[in-house]
C-alpha cells in the first residue's frame, strides 16, 4: 500500500466543527469501538481563564461598558488578544486493539450522530472513510489534534474508502481500501503497515497510532464527522473497528461572557478591521495573522453572551443571520465586503440590540475549526 503524505490535510478538527462557526453545516457540502477499549484523555482544564465559571450563572454576565466615546468612526479598528475569547477543551477518543495482519473490518453503520451532536445518516452522509497512520502514541495525537498542533511530519500516510449514493454502504474491509486517488493497492503494500508481525515493520505500535475517520463528502481536509483510534496486536480476537456516537467525547468552555466588547459605530458597514495586533489565538497557540482565511459576524437579537457559550458548536445555527467572506490575502478585511449567507446582501453594520459577534478563521492547514479569534462588537 502506497500512503500519500500529500493528504494528510485532513486532520479534523476537528475536529470538533465544530459545526461551530466557520465550518460549516456538514449536510451542505460538505468523526470507535466497544465499551471495552482503551480510551486516550487530554486535558486542558490547567489553562482555563482565571475568569472561567459556570455559564449558568448570571453572575458571570460582563454588563456592556465599554466607552463610546472610543467609538471607531474612521480608519481601522485594531484587535488584539485583550479583545479575544479562549477557547478551552478535553478530548476523549476511544482506542481498541485489533489483530494484525488481518483483512480489519471498518463498520459505521451504528452512527445517529457526529462529534458535534448533528443527526446523521451513516448510508447517505458518510462518503469517504480513511484510515490513517501517525508516529505518536494515542495520548500525544489526541492532544494535537485538541490544541491544533499536528505535524506533518508525523503522519506516515493514508488511505480511503468512498461509498457513493449509486453504491452505498457502511462498511469495508481493509483490504478494498485505495490509495487517495483510487489507485488499488497489493496484499503486500498493505501489510508492510498493517503486519506487525514482520520482520521488518517499521511501526512499533507503542510509539504508533492509526486513525479512523468518516467524513461528508470527498475532499480530504473537509468536514469531518466522527473519527475513532486504533492499534495492532497479533494476538488480539477482534478484527472490527466502528466508529459510533461515543467515539469521541468532547468538553469545552468559552468566555464570551466575559470578554469586554469593542465599540463601532452603529450602522457602519464600511469598517476596516486588522487583526496585525494578535498575537495569541483562542486555543493559545501563536496567531500568524496571515493565515486567516475567512470573517464572519453572527447577530443574535435574543440570547445572552452566557447562552452562547452554553451553545457554543451551535452558533452558526442558532444566529439570526450570520455574514461571512474570504480573506483573499493581508491582515485585514473591509465589513462591508461581507455578505449574507442567506440573502447575499451586504453587511450594512451593527445595531444596539441582542449580542454581534466578530469570528476570524484558519480553514488551511489547521486542524481544529474553532474560531482562532472572537470580538463582541457593541453598536453605538
Known amino acids: 500500500m502506497t500512503f500519500d503524505k500529500r493528504t494528510c490535510l485532513f486532520f479534523l478538527w476537528i475536529m470538533w466543527s465544530l459545526a461551530v462557526l466557520g465550518c460549516g453545516d456538514p449536510d451542505d457540502d460538505g468523526l470507535l469501538g466497544p465499551d471495552q477499549g482503551d480510551t486516550a484523555s487530554t486535558d486542558d482544564s490547567d489553562s482555563v481563564s482565571d475568569n472561567d465559571s459556570d455559564s449558568d450563572s448570571d453572575s458571570v454576565y460582563v454588563e456592556i461598558t465599554a466607552s463610546c466615546d472610543d467609538v471607531v468612526t474612521d480608519g481601522t479598528l485594531m484587535l488584539t488578544d485583550e479583545t479575544n475569547y479562549t477557547f478551552d477543551s478535553t478530548i476523549n477518543v476511544q482506542d481498541v486493539t485489533v489483530k494484525s495482519a488481518a483483512d480489519l473490518t471498518f463498520d459505521w453503520g451504528s452512527l445517529s450522530q457526529d462529534l458535534y451532536g448533528k443527526s446523521i445518516d451513516p448510508a447517505l452522509d458518510i462518503n469517504m472513510v480513511l484510515v490513517a497512520l501517525w508516529g505518536m502514541t494515542s495520548t500525544e495525537l489526541a492532544e494535537n489534534l485538541r490544541n491544533d498542533n499536528l505535524p506533518l511530519s508525523v503522519n506516515k500516510g493514508v488511505i480511503v474508502s468512498k461509498p457513493t449514493a449509486e453504491a452505498p454502504y457502511t462498511s469495508q474491509n481493509l483490504f478494498n481500501f485505495t490509495s487517495p486517488d483510487g489507485s488499488a493497492m497489493t496484499h503486500e503494500d498493505i501489510m508492510r503497515y498493517f503486519d506487525t508481525t514482520a520482520a521488518?515493520?517499521?511501526?512499533?505500535?507503542?510509539?504508533?497510532?492509526?486513525?479512523?475517520?468518516?467524513?461528508?463528502?470527498?475532499?480530504?481536509?473537509?468536514?469531518?464527522?466522527?473519527?475513532?483510534?486504533?492499534?495492532?496486536?497479533?494476538?488480539?480476537?477482534?478484527?472490527?473497528?466502528?466508529?459510533?456516537?461515543?467515539?469521541?467525547?468532547?468538553?469545552?468552555?468559552?468566555?464570551?461572557?466575559?470578554?469586554?466588547?469593542?465599540?463601532?459605530?452603529?450602522?457602519?458597514?464600511a469598517l476596516n478591521v486588522s487583526w496585525e495586533y494578535i498575537t495569541r489565538n483562542a486555543l493559545g497557540n501563536e496567531f500568524v495573522p496571515t493565515q486567516i482565511t475567512e470573517v464572519m459576524i453572527g447577530h443574535y437579537s435574543n440570547l445572552t453572551r452566557p447562552q452562547l457559550d452554553e451553545q457554543f458548536l451551535n452558533l452558526r445555527e442558532i444566529a439570526d443571520s450570520t455574514w461571512s467572506g474570504e480573506v483573499p490575502s493581508g491582515i485585514s478585511i473591509d465589513l462591508?465586503?461581507?455578505?449574507?449567507?442567506?440573502?447575499?446582501?451586504?453587511?450594512?453594520?451593527?445595531?444596539?440590540?441582542?449580542?454581534?459577534?466578530?469570528?476570524?478563521?484558519?480553514?488551511?492547514?489547521?486542524?481544529?475549526?474553532?474560531?482562532?479569534?472572537?470580538?463582541?462588537?457593541?453598536?453605538?
Open 336 to 380: 462591508s465586503t461581507l455578505t449574507n449567507d442567506a440573502t447575499g446582501g451586504a453587511f450594512t453594520g451593527v445595531d444596539n440590540t441582542g449580542v454581534w459577534l466578530l469570528a476570524l478563521f484558519c480553514t488551511k492547514n489547521c486542524s481544529n475549526p474553532a474560531p482562532w479569534s472572537i470580538t463582541i462588537l457593541q453598536g453605538c
Open 200 to 269: 521488518d515493520y517499521g511501526y512499533p505500535q507503542d510509539s504508533h497510532t492509526f486513525m479512523l475517520v468518516g467524513a461528508s463528502g470527498t475532499t480530504i481536509g473537509q468536514n469531518s464527522r466522527m473519527f475513532g483510534f486504533f492499534h495492532l496486536d497479533p494476538n488480539a480476537p477482534d478484527t472490527s473497528v466502528a466508529l459510533t456516537d461515543d467515539s469521541v467525547v468532547l468538553d469545552f468552555s468559552t468566555n464570551l461572557a466575559q470578554i469586554m466588547p469593542v465599540p463601532v459605530p452603529s450602522g457602519t458597514g
